[in-house]
């Protein structure tokens, strides 16, 4: 059997690495793409099971990137990450269908790390059921 295969898409590139390396230690394959446009085209040719989503990104922000996710692909689990939560935010990407919403205070934070696996593994359980 396959490793579900996770998308981080992230302007800063230190959170990236070290996602990506927190992300594979749980037992996943981790991408990631530095912008919106790069995970969009990661999504295509990838085709990843899971997306781990910046909310505020300059150029292509997180709503832009799963508006246009939402056009090719409505069941792509997303789990959207932001320092900046209001309601307004989350009720659009719910709107969207993200399959989560977490805060990102820290990247080191163990809870967004605890709070991202139980995420990443209810989301691995739908996919291989």
Known sequence: MSKVKVLIIDD???????????IKSWGYDALTAESGKVGLALIKEQKPDIVVLDYLMPEMDGTAVLKAIRKSDKNLAVIMFTAHADLKN????????????????????????????????MLRKKIIE
């Open 12 to 22: 800063e590139v230190d959170y990236l690495a070290l996602m990506q390396e927190r």
């Open 90 to 121: 989350i009720k659009g990407a719910q709107d969207l269908g993200v399959s989560a919403f977490i805060p990102k205070l820290s990247s080191y934070s163990s809870d967004i790390q605890a709070t991202l696996r139980s995420a990443l593994d």
